[in-house]
T-cell receptor, first 114, second 117 residues
Framework: GAVVSQHPSWVICKSGTSVKIECRSLDFQATTMFWYRQFPKQSLMLMATSNEGSKATYEQGVEKDKFLINHASLTLSTLTVTSAHPEDSSFYIC??????????FGSGTRLTVV | AQKVTQAQTEISVVEKEDVTLDCVYETRDTTYYLFWYKQPPSGELVFLIRRNSFDEQNEISGRYSWNFQKSTSSFNFTITASQVVDSAVYFCALSDPYGGSQGNLIFGKGTKLSVKP
């Protein structure tokens, strides 16, 4: 079956530093990758959609300069949280999709900014 | 606009009870996909089912069953003889006509199920 590897699983960083999260489709080429954020006891909220080789499309209210998304290949997308602050602490989860394959989610990254 | 409503925020049952999680959706698309995911405390999303809008047959998979009723825009999920391991947050989601190749998933707010021994 389709597998998406996301790492790190958890990360603690100091306020003001940047953190990179990787999302890799292991056994298929993903047409599109999605990045979600989930605050405690809340639902998943889409942050951005990215297609390989093109700029990501960000949802309203998501700062594209703060949440940098790179989708350089059909199997890898990265989310970089720049100059992280405590309010960026959240659970970030990626999803990869391709035609007729549906969605496959990564295992998520729990980010804590101190 | 697309929307998914899971009116039950939390449900608590005792082991071996049956439990139904409700999901009501709104969409203007005639073709769409519906999903259920399980999110245990560890956080990962576990895929349970994907159903397209043209397939209204109910589905059963072990202790899990799903009732899709287009007339009421509902896609309810029933767990029979619940077990402690079923404790998790369950999300219902709706996608565009492409079933995942282009559009994103619209998630409901989730229902937290607690199964007590």
């Amino acid at each position: 079956g389709a597998v998406v590897s996301q790492h790190p699983s958890w990360v603690i960083c100091k306020s003001g530093t940047s953190v990179k999260i990787e999302c890799r489709s292991l056994d298929f080429q993903a047409t599109t990758m999605f990045w979600y954020r989930q605050f405690p006891k809340q639902s998943l909220m889409l942050m951005a959609t990215s297609n390989e080789g093109s700029k990501a499309t960000y949802e309203q209210g998501v700062e594209k300069d703060k949440f940098l998304i790179n989708h350089a290949s059909l199997t890898l997308s990265t989310l970089t949280v720049t100059s992280a602050h405590p309010e960026d602490s959240s659970f970030y989860i990626c999803s990869a999709s391709r035609v007729n394959y549906g969605y496959t989610f990564g295992s998520g990254t729990r980010l804590t900014v101190v | 606009a697309q929307k998914v409503t899971q009116a039950q925020t939390e449900i608590s049952v005792v082991e071996k009870e049956d439990v139904t999680l409700d999901c009501v959706y709104e969409t203007r698309d005639t073709t769409y996909y519906l999903f259920w995911y399980k999110q245990p405390p560890s956080g990962e999303l576990v895929f349970l089912i994907r159903r397209n809008s043209f397939d209204e047959q109910n589905e059963i998979s072990g202790r899990y069953s799903w009732n899709f009723q287009k007339s009421t825009s509902s896609f309810n999920f029933t767990i029979t003889a619940s077990q402690v391991v079923d404790s998790a947050v369950y999300f219902c989601a709706l996608s565009d006509p492409y079933g995942g190749s282009q559009g994103n998933l619209i998630f409901g707010k989730g229902t937290k199920l607690s199964v007590k021994p």
